[in-house]
């Protein structure tokens, strides 16, 4: 089932240049890249981003860290995105990040681990609604 979800290249990644591998990653495994957008956050974004999080101890140093330059927003679409984007990602710490996944591959820090995507269906389409507006939001394109 076609379906969309949300990745972003977080500071850290833009910084060290990996933008790039992460998309081929994407590309290779079949994804149809729907939308893709590199811009600096504010804090009202990142903290709306990270909602659900609000509570953690980590929440301050997580908006500073997401606000410290710009990601790299984008939309992939393909059979069931969601899921298929979180294993291609990895483990949320890339300590225990399996090596061929992006983390396990690119990141040590999970404060620093590289790149974000949706953990479900109704974040991406929450999160896709948050960076790219409403009129992108829940369905997939019709693309090459
Ligand atoms: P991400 O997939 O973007 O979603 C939430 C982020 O919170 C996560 O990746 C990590 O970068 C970050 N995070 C999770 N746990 C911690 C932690 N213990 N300390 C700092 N950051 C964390």
């Known amino acids: 089932q076609q379906e969309q979800t949300f990745v972003m290249v977080k500071p850290d990644g833009v910084r060290r ?14 994804f149809k890249l729907a939308a893709i957008e590199l811009r600096t956050i504010d804090r009202a ?3 709306r981003h990270y909602g659900d999080l609000r509570t953690k ?8 860290y997401l606000t410290s ?7 992939w679409q393909g059979e069931h995105a969601v899921e298929n984007a979180r294993s291609l990602i990895g483990k949320t710490n890339p300590a225990e990040a ?6 396990g591959d690119f990141a040590m820090d999970i404060a620093g681990n590289i790149v974000h995507g949706s953990d479900s269906a109704a974040s991406a389409a929450r999160e896709i609604e948050l960076f790219f507006g409403r009129h992108a939001a829940s369905h997939p394109l019709d693309l090459f």
């Open 17 to 30: 240049g990996l933008v790039g591998a992460v998309i081929v990653r994407f590309e290779q495994k079949g």
């Open 45 to 47: 974004l990142a903290e």
């Open 57 to 64: 101890p980590f929440f301050s140093e997580l908006v500073d």
């Open 69 to 75: 330059g710009p990601v790299c927003a984008m939309i």
């Open 98 to 103: 399996s090596p061929g996944t992006i983390r």
